[in-house]
């Protein structure tokens, strides 16, 4: 038995056939097919409306009465591949398309049942199939070879189904054993609205991803094929934003548009395959204490227990997780895509506040909160964010030839590199004081690196103390430490936005269903405190953020150039696990401490911060004893340099002094 399947019970209004390709489309009433090796696929309902394919020659002996004897195609569905035939065309080409195909790791051989052959010949009835493209095909255990009718040649090559002469096309469904996705989702035909899917197989959601194959990249269409997540805060045009939260997703119908960054991604070929689950309104929520609403997903990394934090949670973890995904598009305020990031061993970057289109996101703090991306490969992260967060040309820096040591050779190069590297022992302290061997590993694997990137550029770190800088330069005209000044101006800002950004969603859902909202422990908080925090506070906080902005970017970054670039530490001496439970926020508040919160000088000073990872080290863990963790670093530079912080690291990839990509599952890398 070849597979079988199975009509998906749900029911869609919309009957218009899919006439667009590629496969994004829309059904009435789905097929999923199964394969023996326990594969799955969804069968668009729809044909493409080309018309009726040709029967060209059957492959198979069967008893003469048996019409495929003459070619012709079975009543029932049955896997299919297009693939392009030139005039010129042989068993050799052929032989090269179909191993390309194989290649890909998303297409399966008996796909190749079927072989569907799109002609450049305007009259297919004088086209004779050689004895050797034959004696190919039927090492491959094709049955049938059919044609596409004339006009629909502009089909892409890859897999489909067919039912009877008709074309269907095709998604993979994936499981989501991380339980990383609210709702994957299909972009419906001629439009940019997309439609949730929801089919369980084995406990699990599946993930309808289509092929690669489909996806030709083109100059106009250069993320084509790009299968992007989005964070549940991320208006989908179709979809339902739940923020994570029952009583938000009650009270609002789908989503009337897409966010800005979105079609972005779409207008650059990109396939949106879901939402993926964060901490309610994208707070600190902590698993087990705090995810009430839905359950947090899984951290792949490690032991398998280890919080994957957040907000951006799902849409790290599948990356983390599943080599389907290719880029995750989540947000962040203080560090909700480099968190999860960091602790899961992933490139993220921040952008720099100024090239941050938050429209159809939703708000935490207006003028700090900025999409986010995280991905596996450092090239893919540089050449994404160059398309989406489009930067100024800055001057180029005095630093303008490489030192003879380099890769290079000591020859100028065609990017922007900083002529300083400082280091800041504010955060690197507790690394370098603590004796654990788990410390003494880390602190290793970072020096190998500002080793590494000293060595890439020419240039020795710069040790500073910023605490220590900002009583020198006295940037506030007072004797504040910085800790001191800084001490409530985040979280002033926070509690308020929280607490003002959400007060419609209060009184809408009070309107509606005649009680207040439920929300999580951190949000009630949140609210709490925002709601106490006078106009004046506001007023203070803005000022002291300003002026601290204006310090760090002219004082220690030395412009809004790529003059210089800062490192700190963006990974944990020790592991947080899932089953942690922490205090009632209400109750036990921490302190702010500014030395604990590395990524908040990029979010308070608006500039672009990546994180890297740069390694990875063994960790006790309290369920399989030991475990290998990923280490990661933040880096900051300039406002407006994202393009030229991304290439950096790209760079260093490419001369193999960092390693470029990033492994799935327990281990970013490979171990030693």
């Not at 439009?191 to 899917?197: E, G, I, N, V």
Request: with cysteine; glycine share 6%; proline share 7%.
């Amino acid at each position: 038995m070849l597979g079988f399947y199975l009509r998906w019970p749900w029911r869609s209004a919309i009957t218009t056939p899919e006439t667009v390709f590629p496969p994004r489309g829309e059904f009435s009433n789905p097929l999923v097919y199964s394969t023996p090796n326990d594969s799955h696929f969804l069968i668009g309902e729809h044909d493409l409306g080309i018309g009726r394919l040709k029967a060209l020659k059957s492959l198979i002996t069967l008893p003469s009465e048996d019409p495929k004897l003459k070619g012709a195609p079975s009543p029932d569905f049955s896997a299919a591949a297009v693939i392009h035939w030139p005039s010129t065309s042989n068993e050799n080409y052929l032989d090269r398309r179909i191993k390309y195909f194989l290649k890909d790791a998303d297409f399966e051989c008996f796909f190749l049942q079927t072989i569907i052959l799109a002609y450049e010949l305007e009259d297919v009835r004088s086209l004779n199939l050689s004895e050797g493209v034959v004696s190919l095909l039927k090492g491959f255990n094709c049955r049938v070879v059919m044609s596409l009718p004339k006009g629909a040649r502009n089909i892409p090559e890859g897999p489909y189904f067919v039912q009877g002469q008709q074309l269907h096309r095709t998604w993979k469904l994936f499981p989501d054993i991380y339980e990383a996705f609210q709702l994957p989702t299909i972009q419906l035909a001629n439009t940019d609205k997309f439609r949730p899917f929801t089919y369980m197989h084995n406990g699990n959601l599946m993930v309808p991803v289509p092929s690669r194959l489909h996806f030709p990249q083109t100059l106009d269409k250069p993320f084509n094929g790009l299968r992007v997540t989005v964070k549940d805060i991320i208006h989908l045009k179709g979809v339902k934003t739940t923020a994570q939260s029952r009583s938000f997703a009650k009270t609002y119908a789908d989503s009337t548009h897409n966010a800005a960054v979105v079609s972005r991604l779409i207008e650059l070929g990109a396939v949106i395959i879901g939402k993926t689950k964060c901490t309610q309104f994208a707070s600190a929520d902590q698993p087990t204490a705090d995810w009430v609403d839905y359950h947090c997903p899984w951290n792949p990394r490690g032991d398998g227990y280890l919080s994957p934090r957040g907000s951006s949670t799902g849409t790290c973890v599948a990356l983390a997780g599943y080599d389907w995904v290719d880029l995750g598009v989540g947000s962040d305020t203080g560090g909700s895509i480099r968190g999860p990031a960091a602790v899961m061993g992933l490139f993220a970057l921040r952008p720099s506040q100024a090239h941050a289109n938050m429209e159809g996101i939703l708000p935490i703090i207006q003028g700090i909160d900025t999409p986010g991306l995280v991905c596996r490969d450092i090239a893919r992260l540089h050449k994404v964010s160059k398309a989406l967060f489009k930067s100024p040309s800055p001057k180029m820096t005095a630093a303008g030839k490489i030192a003879n040591g380099d890769p290079n050779g000591g020859k100028r190069v065609d990017f922007r590199r900083p002529a300083k590297i400082l280091y800041p022992s504010d955060y690197w302290g507790p690394w370098l004081s603590n004796s654990h061997r788990n410390a003494l590993e880390q602190r290793d694997a970072v020096e190998c690196f500002v080793q590494k990137l000293e060595e890439f550029l020419g240039i020795d770190r710069t040790p500073i103390n910023l605490a220590e800088e900002w009583i020198q330069r006295n940037p506030a005209n007072s004797q504040s430490r910085i800790e001191v000044y800084l001490e409530d101006t985040f979280m002033n800002l926070l509690c308020r936005g929280y607490h003002d950004e959400y007060q419609t969603f209060q009184k809408e859902y009070r309107a509606k269903f005649g009680n207040p909202p439920y929300v999580h422990p951190v949000i009630q908080d949140y609210w709490d405190r925002g709601s106490k925090i006078s106009d004046q506070e506001i007023k203070t906080a803005k000022e002291h953020r300003e002026v601290y902005q204006q310090w760090l970017r002219e004082r220690v970054l030395d412009g809004d150039d790529f003059h210089t670039i800062m490192v700190f530490p963006a990974t944990s001496l020790t592991p947080f696990y899932r089953d942690d439970y922490r205090n009632d926020p209400k109750r036990y508040r921490q302190p702010y401490n500014w030395n604990d919160r590395a990524d908040h000088q990029s979010s308070l000073a608006g500039v672009p911060n990546i994180v890297v990872p740069v390694g990875q080290t063994r960790q006790d863990s309290k369920i399989t004893s030991c475990q290998e963790l990923p280490i990661a670093v933040h880096v900051i530079s300039g406002a407006g340099t994202d393009d030229a912080l991304t290439e950096l690291f790209q760079r260093m990839a490419e001369q193999s002094l960092i390693k470029g990509s990033v492994n799935t599952g327990a281990t970013a890398f490979d171990s030693a």
